[in-house]
């Protein structure tokens, strides 16, 4: 499995991009990056996966470089309601149950 | 609406009581999973069930155990609570394409469990 490295936490204002780097140095090739957000006192939430290149959806987007040995989350204009944890994960398929290994998350401030 | 839900919220026991707590989803979802939360954890997998009869130990089982009795329900429980269970429990659920499962997980709101 996958060991990804993000930083502990990060501060932004409203109405900034916010990016969020994580290190996976050793992801294998079937392995996908995906990244959930947890509010407090709420479950983690599913914010978006990519294998490579680029993701976007309507909350963020996921660049993902070619060696694909780290991943940034992009998170446009963030507002207050932003403030959340931040969770990198590396997996593969055919290990549901073992893969999603949550490490610490990085945890975002939004201020005003 | 599909959802995902857990119960009781908030539990205080005693040392040696044996606890159970119960998840319950509508998606129909065949992959189940157990988590505790921890201060300086991050999220750790307890069990977790591609199925019916199916179960499987995490990374963090000993003094817990599940049953999946049906697609709907995998309760998680504590045979003799101990201090270090205090923790917040989420319940999880995810599809599954073929032999894959996906990794959109639907976590419940989570269980405030105190063991005193």
């Known amino acids: 499995l996958a060991k990804t490295t993000q930083p502990i936490s990060m501060d932004s204002y409203e109405g900034q991009e916010v990016n969020i780097t994580c290190s996976h140095n050793n992801i294998a090739t079937n392995d996908y990056i995906t990244w959930y957000q947890q509010f407090p006192s709420q479950g983690p939430r599913f914010i978006i996966q990519g294998y490579k290149t680029k993701v976007t959806n309507e909350v963020a987007s996921l660049f993902i470089p070619a060696d694909r040995k780290s991943s940034t989350l992009s998170l446009p204009r963030v507002s207050l309601s932003d403030t959340a944890v931040y969770y990198c994960l590396v997996g593969g398929p055919n290990q549901a149950g073992t893969a999603l290994i949550f490490g610490k998350g990085t945890t975002l401030s939004v201020s005003s | 609406d599909a959802e995902i839900t857990q119960s009781p919220r908030h539990k205080i026991t005693e040392t040696g009581r044996q606890v159970t707590l119960a998840c319950h989803q509508t998606?129909?979802?065949?992959?189940m999973f157990w988590y505790r939360q921890d201060l300086g954890h991050g999220l750790r997998l307890i069990h977790y069930?591609?199925?019916?009869?199916?179960?499987n130990k995490g990374e963090v089982s000993d003094g817990y155990s599940v049953s999946r009795s049906n697609t709907e329900d995998l309760p998680l429980t504590l045979e003799s609570a101990a201090s270090s269970q205090t923790s917040v429990y989420f319940c999880?659920?995810?599809?599954?394409?073929?032999?894959?499962?996906?990794?959109?997980?639907?976590f419940g709101p989570g269980t405030r469990l105190t063991v005193t």
């Open positions: 069930s591609y199925g019916v009869q199916d179960t």
């Open positions: 998606w129909n979802h065949n992959n």
């Open positions: 999880a659920s995810s599809e599954s394409v073929g032999p894959i499962s996906s990794y959109e997980q639907y």
